[in-house]
């Protein structure tokens, strides 16, 4: 597509879901549309499997539709030289310091591709990460089968095991999970049309019970090892989350252990700070949960959101994200996004600890949990 082509309402019916008498387009078939109209640039997505174990950059921002420049050079006045669409994958060549200061963006950061440079924020850092398939899921405490897995290529298509009723999945056509995802697998088939091997995925917090069967090789079996607590001996754990700076750190008596950056929320309507300002205390935790909202505070609705650390009752958590890549920034409805590893790193070393199934922990008492501290500078 042209840079200067219109992207018309009747394109938009066509490719987004707004199709006549419940003709939904599969995968395969609005990818051959995208393609058709020149919007994937990249062949890594028509009829290809993507590169394996290579660093992979999925363009997370924005709804369906949404696109981006691809400069020339890592500044914002470099010329366009193309344009990437939402789930467009390139190959991630490095992440680079603007070659110009932006003085009203905090972050700096641009990705290069093989075409040019996209802006960090819009980019999701993913891999290709073929597995060998379970025959059989492991047995749990209650008898019956199951297991966490992560999502580890940057999108897969599903098929609904039952009638969808939870809008992310329902009202959208060409659903997808991506990387970094989790999800409890509770089955396993062989697909009688394709003879792959497939988990049949759900969510057990905050979701419907909605199922989805997906190609077993792109989900990675989350090991109850895999996520045992870390320094579980250690004496006065405390989070220290700090709104100015946009940063986390974990202190273990007054040794600091752990330090990120991460995105919280931004200033609310009376000037406060949407993350709650103050020391609270951790007081549930899940492997995964599911998020949504209504138009008053943003009117989101996500899925498969993993290491979820709730510390504060109106829901403020340390979380996972996958949808965007602008950690530094203030932008979030309150909660503290953080890259995947920094987010699971949290939750295994904060207190308390939580089984490996359920997979949930909800603090009963007082002083039985490790204290974040939110400040303001």
């Known amino acids: 597509m042209k ?114 440079y996209i802006y960090a924020e819009y980019v999701q850092k993913t891999r290709h990460i073929p597995q060998v398939p379970l025959l059989e899921l492991p047995e749990i405490p209650t008898g019956e089968r199951g297991m966490w897995v992560e999502i580890v290529t940057p999108y897969t298509g599903m098929t609904f095991a039952r009638s969808p009723s939870q809008y992310w999945i329902r009202d959208v056509v060409n659903p997808r999970l991506y990387y970094s995802q989790v999800f409890w697998a509770f089955d396993v088939r062989t697909n009688p049309e394709n003879g792959k091997i497939e988990y049949c995925l759900k969510q057990l917090y905050g979701a419907y019970a909605d199922a989805y069967w997906i190609d077993a090789s792109v989900c990675r079996q989350i090991t109850p090892e895999e996520i045992s607590p870390i320094h579980p001996e250690a004496e006065n754990k405390h989070v220290v989350i700090n709104l100015i700076y946009q940063t986390m750190a974990c202190y273990e008596g007054d040794e600091e252990v752990f330090f990120s950056k991460v995105t919280t929320g931004g200033i609310g309507e009376e000037g406060q700070w949407l993350t709650p300002l103050g020391t609270h205390t951790i007081w549930r935790k899940m492997v995964s949960t599911h998020m949504s909202a209504g138009p008053a505070v943003g009117n989101y609705d996500i899925s498969g959101v993993p290491w979820t650390t709730l510390f504060d009752n109106n829901g403020a958590a340390v979380h996972s994200t996958y949808w965007h890549n602008n950690f530094g920034t203030a932008r979030s409805h309150g909660c503290v996004n953080a890259r995947p590893e920094d987010a699971k790193w949290v939750w295994r070393w904060t207190a308390p600890y939580v089984d490996y199934y359920p997979g949930e922990l909800t603090i009963q008492g007082f002083d039985q949990s490790t204290k974040v501290e939110v400040i303001h500078g």
């Open 3 to 116: 840079p200067d082509e219109k992207f018309s309402r009747r394109d938009f019916i066509r490719l987004f879901g707004l199709t006549l008498g419940g003709l939904a387009l599969s995968s395969n078939k609005i990818d051959r549309v995208f393609a058709e109209r020149g919007f994937l640039k990249n062949d890594l997505q028509i009829g290809s499997e993507f590169p394996v174990n290579k660093v992979l950059g999925r363009i997370c921002s924005g709804d369906p539709g949404a696109h981006f420049d691809i400069k020339s050079e890592p500044y914002w006045e470099a010329p366009a030289v193309s344009t990437a669409w939402r789930d467009d994958v390139f190959e991630w060549k490095q992440e680079v310091i603007a070659k110009q200061l932006d003085p009203i963006r905090i972050n700096q950061r641009w990705v290069e591709s093989e075409a040019g």
